[in-house]
């Protein structure tokens, strides 16, 4: 049996029966077992940015993720910034140097709505800009090049998009060594200029970056390094080595695991007891960032809760319902559903590419025809892919292949290979349909399912 209790006394309070756990880096002592982390529900991938940002100056809580998606986006100066910023980083590591004005324009014609709708001072605005071009021109041709080896020349990836089923989650790396030995996290803003330091959420989320390199691909700490780089500074401050810290990275992964645990249970039981529960001071831990909670956070808070507690029950009780149904259509879009085979976006990792392709969700064995550059953008535009033709399925057996099914039972503890409980009955069409446990495709270990992290230039899933 697992012992984390004693590091991990939260886990009691999440874990209840046939829920899925991964043990990481296991490590057995007699009859029990000592995982360096328990990952809960790890087929729920959660956002790397949405955990970090439940990290901040007034206390860890894992309650902002909720908040965070009442609260409307707004585009703003520097919102904008930091993705004008993003694109320069692209130009200077791949050795464009372009300028201003061109980048500019490029950058304006994606996001004429977002300029359109932001109040913003224009002048100020492009100094900084220009500012953090200069910037990351000077450091792309000087650190970037010489001590971390990242450039054109050597090879560079630029946004990789991550899947990690092991660790639960997903995010998008803003620049990374080819091996994945140099992990790059760019924030357009400012340190901590009270503290002198990078902003914790910031390592937080670097932290979780290299983790995922650390534990699905089996590369040491002491062959990754991981760097914020805060664009906006042109000396020492830019570049900030984070190393590994166990305890900070443990509590991350509280984070994680209570954002999944809670998303479950507003899909069964909804957020009504949640929300009436909520006080804006189990948000602030006391003595943290007084000033900051009382004079700019609390307010906020307030504003935000202030509907729950003056709407009346009818419109509470829609809103309530609402929320319950979408909850658990994201989590059915993700785990997939006992009635259906092969859904959601799990079965990227708990299907075979023969299962996929008896479900007809997957296409295989195509062929590149051909290619056309986007010269503009210095990149590839399109890719032209032709399927396989008749005579080619017969000679590679793919059309006397049948349809098959096997007997799944359910899932209970995992670490690496799968093990099964007892096969549980599937639930009729008047039931609530479960989310992804009971019908899913699970391919034993030595057959073609991937494992870990699955790398991809683009898109970025959003939560």
């Not at 000033?291 to 009818?314: G, M, N």
Request: net charge positive; with cysteine; hydrophobic share 35%.
């Amino acid at each position: 049996m697992p012992r984390a209790a004693a590091t991990s006394p939260y886990l009691l309070t999440l874990v209840e029966p046939n829920m899925q756990l991964n043990l990481v880096a296991l490590r057995r002592e007699n009859d029990h077992l000592f995982p360096e982390l328990i990952i809960v529900e790890p087929d729920y991938l959660v956002s790397v940015t949405a955990v970090a940002q439940c990290i901040r100056p007034t206390g860890t809580r894992s309650a902002w993720h909720v908040l965070k998606k009442f609260d409307h986006f707004v585009a703003s100066e520097a919102t904008l910034l930091g993705n004008l910023s993003g694109q320069m980083l692209d130009e200077e590591v791949h050795g464009l140097h372009a300028d201003y004005i061109d980048t500019a324009r490029r950058f304006f014609a994606d996001h004429a709505l977002d300029f359109a709708s932001c109040p913003i001072d224009r002048q100020s605005f492009h100094q900084n800009a220009q500012a953090q071009q200069r910037n990351l021109r000077h450091l792309s041709q000087t650190t970037f090049k010489h001590q971390l080896h990242l450039s054109d020349e050597e090879g560079v990836c630029i946004e990789p998009s991550f899947f990690c089923e092991m660790l639960g989650l997903q995010g998008r790396i803003d620049l990374m060594k080819p091996d994945g030995t140099v992990v790059v996290e760019q924030k357009s803003g400012k340190i901590d200029e009270f503290n002198r330091t990078a902003h914790h959420e910031h390592e937080i989320q670097l932290m979780l970056y290299m983790a995922m390199r650390h534990y699905a691909f089996q590369q040491p700490y002491s062959r990754l390094q991981g760097y914020l780089l805060y664009s906006k500074y042109p000396d020492e401050k830019s570049i900030w080595p984070i190393p590994n810290a166990p305890n900070r990275l443990r509590e991350a992964f509280r984070i994680r695991n209570e954002i999944v645990a809670r998303e479950m249970e507003f899909a069964r039981t909804g957020m009504r007891h949640f929300i009436e529960q909520l006080s804006p001071e189990d948000l602030h831990q006391p003595g943290k960032a007084e000033p900051l909670w009382k004079r700019y956070i609390l307010p906020q808070v307030d504003l935000l809760l202030s509907p729950f507690h003056t709407a009346d029950e009818t419109a509470l009780a829609y809103f309530y319902r609402f929320h319950r149904f979408l909850v658990r259509e994201d989590l059915l879009s993700r785990l997939g559903s006992s009635e259906k085979e092969a859904s959601g976006f799990a079965a990227a990792w708990q299907c075979t590419t023969a299962e996929k392709r008896e479900v007809g969700s997957i296409l295989t064995d195509l062929r590149l025809l051909s290619t056309e550059a986007d010269k503009e953008h210095h990149g590839v535009k399109h890719l032209h892919l032709g399927l396989p033709t008749a005579d080619e399925k017969r000679r590679t057996g793919r059309a006397a292949q049948l349809p098959h099914r096997r007997h799944r039972g359910a899932l209970s503890l995992r670490n690496g290979a799968r093990t099964r409980s007892a096969p549980r009955h599937g639930v009729s069409r008047h039931r609530e349909p479960t989310f992804g446990r009971r019908n899913r495709c699970h391919a034993p270990r030595g057959t073609d399912r991937p494992n870990g992290i699955f790398p991809a230039r683009r898109p970025k899933l959003g939560d």
